[in-house]
Nanobody
Framework: VQLQASGGGLVQSGGSLRLSCTASGRTSEMHVMGWFRQAPGKQRDLVAV???????NIAESVKGRFTISRDNAKNTVDLQMNSLEAEDTAVYYC????????????WGQGTQVTVSS
């Protein structure tokens, strides 16, 4: 599985950005698609993921501000980020994995999101 992410950039606090990720390869490896992020000096954390049936797992810190969506026919997953805060500044990584938590994880190249206060 290969992932190509786009979006990100610099935005002022309160602004919006949209991240997109397109996956190619075996669709059996794409049961879960979503986004993690890693701020400098911190671990990589879950932002939002969605399985092929539309079930989601979203970090509390972004609930109500970020929306995840996916298109199973196109193998894409998007993250609409609204009301951005300085604390959202991080490198955002697209993730894809198959069914089951032990399935291999595939990561995109990472895209920088910087929110200025």
């Amino acid at each position: 599985v290969q992932l190509q992410a786009s979006g990100g950039g610099l935005v002022q606090s309160g602004g919006s950005l949209r991240l997109s990720c397109t996956a190619s390869g075996r669709t059996s490896e794409m049961h879960v698609m979503g986004w993690f992020r890693q701020a400098p000096g911190k671990q990589r954390d879950l932002v939002a993921v969605m399985d092929v049936d539309g079930n989601t797992n979203i970090a509390e810190s972004v609930k109500g501000r970020f929306t995840i969506s996916r298109d199973n026919a196109k193998n894409t997953v998007d993250l609409q980020m609204n009301s951005l805060e300085a604390e959202d500044t991080a490198v955002y990584y697209c993730l894809v994995r198959g069914w089951g938590s032990s399935s291999p994880r595939y990561w995109g190249q990472g895209t920088q999101v910087t929110v200025s206060s």
